[in-house]
């Protein structure tokens, strides 16, 4: 009889894909992944890097913690790590540790709570754009999008009736997954009057009603 363990299955949050992220990133637990997802769509990070292992010391004994990912923001790097909610005590040690290592190499270091479904849209929000990454979106529509929204953001329902291949919501909704669009994800759910607006052009604040 073999005395080899039997393999188990591989876990649904492996590691995470997408256009920010040069390489895959290895993730760990949902609240990893959800934070990873939540980055994709922010407009402010341009990049998703998987984070290098560091050499910290706790209570005497060395040892190597692999952050979880690393952020890049407007030419600033920034290393993350998603604490589980059910250990933060546990790991105040370790990720103080971290913090100190890091800050003694001149790297900023976050430690985040993972996004949560309660209090706000934004991660339920998230999570349903990221479902429709995978849509096909001709070249035809995406450029027919992009000129629509070339001055001014629009509602998604509006958006969406530039696209003349296949559904327009999840066009719309696979374009912002590949960092051509954003959408608003914090104001309210998800739905027609939600605003979309094109990847790296200022967002002017509405005119005044009936005024100058």
């Keep these: 009889m073999s005395s080899f363990a039997p393999r188990l299955p591989a876990s649904p949050f492996a590691r995470f894909e997408g256009v920010k992220a040069a390489d895959p990133i290895k993730v760990r637990n949902r609240g990893v992944l959800d934070a990873l997802i939540v980055a994709a769509l922010d407009e402010t990070v341009r990049a ?98 992009l000129d629509l929204l070339k001055a001014w953001p629009a509602p998604l329902a509006e958006a969406a009736q530039a696209v003349r291949d296949g559904d327009g919501i999840t066009a719309i909704l696979a374009l912002a997954c590949r960092d051509v669009l954003v959408l608003d994800l914090l104001s309210a759910p998800l739905g027609p009057e939600t605003r979309v607006w094109r990847r790296g052009v200022p967002v002017p604040l509405p005119p005044s009603e009936g005024g100058n």
């Excluded at 800050?103 to 349903?128: H, I, K, M, S």
């Design 48 to 145: 998703i890097l998987p984070a290098e292992p560091v050499t910290i010391t706790v209570d005497g004994t060395a040892m190597q913690h692999l952050p979880d990912f690393r952020l890049l923001m407007a030419g600033q790097e920034i290393v993350i790590d998603i604490q589980r909610l059910s250990r933060t005590g546990a790991d105040h040690g370790r990720f103080e540790a971290v913090a100190a290592a890091l800050a003694g190499r001149g790297v900023w270091y976050e430690r985040r709570e993972p996004p949560q479904v309660f209090g706000t849209p934004l991660l339920t929000n998230a999570r349903a754009i990221w479902g429709c990454r995978r849509t096909a979106v001709s070249a035809a529509d995406q450029v027919r999008v």
